[in-house]
């Protein structure tokens, strides 16, 4: 099953786009929990959460605990603003020293981050894209990187579908995104009552890791782990597939769980 969140691919017109907020994601979201334990009848189920979906997951896990039996982020997001931040002075010192002229037009043009209103997303793709391609182009990250293009045409999406995704990224990115500048999880969710797992890519770039490391610091839960994936950027479950599944397994795996509950 595949969540096209509210406002983008074939969820873009199920409700109106202006009033799409953070609130509207965790409702969503909520809901498709608690179809997912009706479905396989299930009282808690296992929650994975990629980029700023890891800050969503957090939001659930901490409203709902009594839902998810584990939380896992990756590539991980903690505080919105200093990675958008962080990014940009990244991104702009690697422009200058690869002599990226053009680029660094654009970022020095674009000033630093936060933006708002028309433009966001092209202003921080200016960047994110500059960094993912760095990550893309690094040896010591295996199978690197997504092919969007390639996933847009898959069976699931027709032609509408095709343009509501591009659509969708654009006005939710301008809508919903500088909402989340005021996040910061280390100050706003110290303390979980499920047990959490930070899945975190070494060359991370997207999401500064030193972030994850500060928040597992003061992060009170049941059980804390932070995973790091030496051959991995912003996407370990796809960067280390294999390993991915088999650290889940090793963590949540039926042995675990049939000991949890005192099988």
């Known amino acids: 099953m595949g969540w096209d969140q509210p406002g983008s691919g074939k969820s873009y017109n199920a409700g109106t786009i202006p009033a799409i907020t953070v609130e509207t994601y965790l409702e969503d979201g909520y809901a498709l929990t608690r179809y997912l334990q009706e479905r396989f009848g299930q009282e808690k189920i296992f929650l994975v959460g ?12 901490h409203r709902y605990p009594e839902a998810y039996r584990a939380f896992i982020g990756t590539g991980p997001m903690v505080d919105f ?42 202003k921080i793709a200016a960047y994110l894209n500059f960094l993912s391609n760095v990550m893309a182009a ?20 027709g032609v509408l579908d095709q343009i509501n995704f591009f ?3 654009v006005r939710t990115f301008e809508i919903v995104y500088p909402q989340l500048y005021q996040v ?55 960067n280390e597939r294999e390993r991915f599944v088999q650290e889940l397994l090793d963590r949540f795996g039926p042995r675990e769980t049939e000991e949890e509950s005192g099988r």
């Open 50 to 61: 990629e980029s700023w979906g890891s800050a969503l997951g957090i939001f659930l896990v």
């Open 81 to 122: 603003l200093e990675t958008e931040k962080t990014d940009y002075t990244v991104a702009l010192e690697m422009a200058k020293n690869r002599g990226e002229e053009a680029l660094v037009r654009t970022l020095e043009g674009n000033g630093p981050p936060p933006y708002y209103g028309k433009g966001v997303t092209w």
């Open 138 to 157: 690094n040896p010591a990250i295996h199978n690197p990187g997504y092919n969007t293009f390639r996933d847009l045409f898959s069976p699931e999406y």
């Open 167 to 169: 659509s969708g990224l």
């Open 184 to 238: 910061d999880l280390r100050r706003d969710y110290p303390r979980l009552k499920v047990p959490v797992a930070f899945f975190a890519g070494r060359h991370d770039l997207n999401a500064p890791p030193f972030l994850v490391e500060e928040y597992l610091e003061v992060l009170d839960a049941p059980v804390k782990e932070l995973v790091w994936f030496e051959h991995s950027g912003h996407s370990p479950w796809i």
